[in-house]
């Protein structure tokens, strides 16, 4: 690995945590983007795995006093099963479908609430959620406009929703680390495991991912719900129009 390449990581493992301590998903959305640039598919969906499950569990234990454990316990549950099917299936996305598919879950934040009266809080929507957006992790990479919808008509106050989408997060990224860092584990040999990023880099990602976090609580405790709603939506679209746009030139350029 190139210094130029590790030091993007670096940079990118910080800002993305402080994004998502602020709103609670753009950050692994733009991560995702940013690691599948430099690296293989595979080797991307793991680091990606590893720095969010670090940057979700730390935001999680600092905000500890407002998960709702209860959604976590349904959502852990699902995220298993989920996770077992995907790798029963074998599954293993192109490039240029990545992007495609981290180009198209932002416009989910635009359903009109009406559509689907959602509420994580209730036990079996709780358990859809950690099927569906774990699944949707499995196969985008992301899902957290999936899971912002099983959230918008709660009564949780903003705390409580980053804290406890970002324990559930936890189980979801565990799946996308299993489910494709044991291919490449098992298939060390023929150079595929020679794609991750090196251990050093790792150990320098995790604690920049904990002091983004921790920097982007900073800047939630200033935010009001109703600003933190409306940015929320507006990034992550802008951030899957430029994926669009990377699908479609990876497609035309036969990638």
Request: aromatic share 10%; proline share 5%; hydrophobic share 60%.
């Amino acid at each position: 690995m190139t210094l130029p390449i590790a030091i993007f990581i670096l940079a990118s493992a910080f800002a993305t945590a402080a994004l998502s301590g602020v709103f609670g998903m753009a950050g692994g959305l733009v991560l995702m983007g940013a690691l599948a640039l430099v690296l293989p598919v595979s080797a991307a969906f793991v680091t990606h795995g590893i720095l969010q499950l670090v940057a979700n569990g730390w935001r999680a234990i600092l905000h500890r006093r407002h998960v709702r454990w209860d959604i976590v316990g349904w959502y852990a549950l699902a995220s298993l099963i989920a996770g077992v099917l995907v790798s029963l299936a074998a599954f293993a996305p192109s490039k240029p479908f990545l992007f495609l598919m981290l180009g198209l879950v932002p416009w989910l934040t635009w359903l009109p609430q009406g559509w689907l009266k959602l509420d994580a809080a209730r036990p079996p929507q709780a358990f859809a959620s950690g099927f569906l957006v774990t699944g949707l992790n499995l196969m985008a990479g992301v899902a957290g406009p999936l899971l912002d919808i099983f959230f918008v008509r709660t009564e949780l106050t903003r705390h409580a929703i980053v804290a406890t989408k970002a324990a559930t997060q936890v189980f979801a990224h565990l799946a996308k680390i299993l489910v494709y860092g044991t291919p490449l584990l098992l298939a060390g040999g023929d150079g595929r495991a020679a794609d991750m990023p090196p251990l050093w880099l790792f150990a320098l990602a995790i604690p920049l991912s904990m002091a983004g976090t921790w920097c982007g609580g900073l800047i939630l405790e200033k935010m009001s719900d109703v600003n933190f709603k409306r940015w929320t939506r507006w990034i992550v679209t802008a951030v899957g129009v430029l994926y669009l746009i990377q699908a479609a030139q990876l497609l035309g350029g036969g990638a």
